[in-house]
């Protein structure tokens, strides 16, 4: 997963509309031959995103495991730097192995404090672990949902919100029309790419999107990655 998401949930959980779902591919899962497919589709059809691919190769198919520990690794992630959220992820799995609700509740409050855990994420992160443990949430349910019925399971949960609930559809269930119109790494991207004069507002985000779907969210991964090649990142 790219180094992208710095502002965290706070930045942007009121930063314009959602996506909106409901079409027939939702609970659809890119795998890479369709992932392949849909880039090229999108070269041929807009000729700006088909200058990132000729310039700079297909985008990679970043993705990420579903359940407790990834959910936990993106609260990690919400306003601090990517390198930060990974090293005290990493710390996480040092002390309890591959994180689950339960091994996680066993920790104390300094010891979370110790792996990185402000007080803040660490009630998320307990309150996401109880959660599950309870039956009241499920990771594994998401799976055969809609992306709308996804986005409300995540969002009622405390610390879960728009922009984190969208990346799990995108990186996680790989859904192929997600456009997360929040995210300051994607408006940027989509500045430079269609040489905008300013960063375009979720709004025109929306507009600007539309001749992709249903691929938006191949669309925005070939974004990502002129964004990362254009700073000397991968």
Known sequence: ??????????????????????????AIALDEKSFRTAVAHL????????????EFGDPPFWNREPGFGTLVWFILEQQVSLASAKAAYDRLVAVIGPPEPGRFLALDDDTLLGIGFSRQKRG?????AE?????????????SMTDDE??????RL???????????????????DVWPTGDI??????????????????????????PWRPWRS?????????????????
């Open 150 to 155: 996804v986005m409300a399971e995540m969002t």
């Open 185 to 210: 790494a994607l408006a940027t991207a989509v500045q430079e790419v269609k040489g905008l004069d300013d960063r375009p507002d979720p709004p025109s985000l929306e507009a600007i999107a539309e």
């Open 158 to 176: 405390k610390g879960i919100g728009p922009w984190t609930a969208h990346v799990y559809l995108l990186m996680v269930l790989r859904r192929p």
């Open 43 to 54: 070269s041929e059809i807009d000729g700006d995103l088909g200058a990132v691919v000729a």
């Open 124 to 128: 998320y992160a307990r309150g996401l």
């Open 1 to 26: 997963m790219p180094d992208l998401y710095r502002n965290g949930e706070a930045a942007r959980a009121g930063s314009g509309p959602r996506c909106r779902y409901g079409d027939p591919m939702d």
């Open 131 to 143: 959660a599950i443990t309870s039956g009241a949430f499920s990771p594994a349910a998401l799976d």
């Open 218 to 234: 191949v669309a925005a991964r070939i974004l990502w990655h002129h964004y990362l090649a254009i700073r000397g990142r991968s």
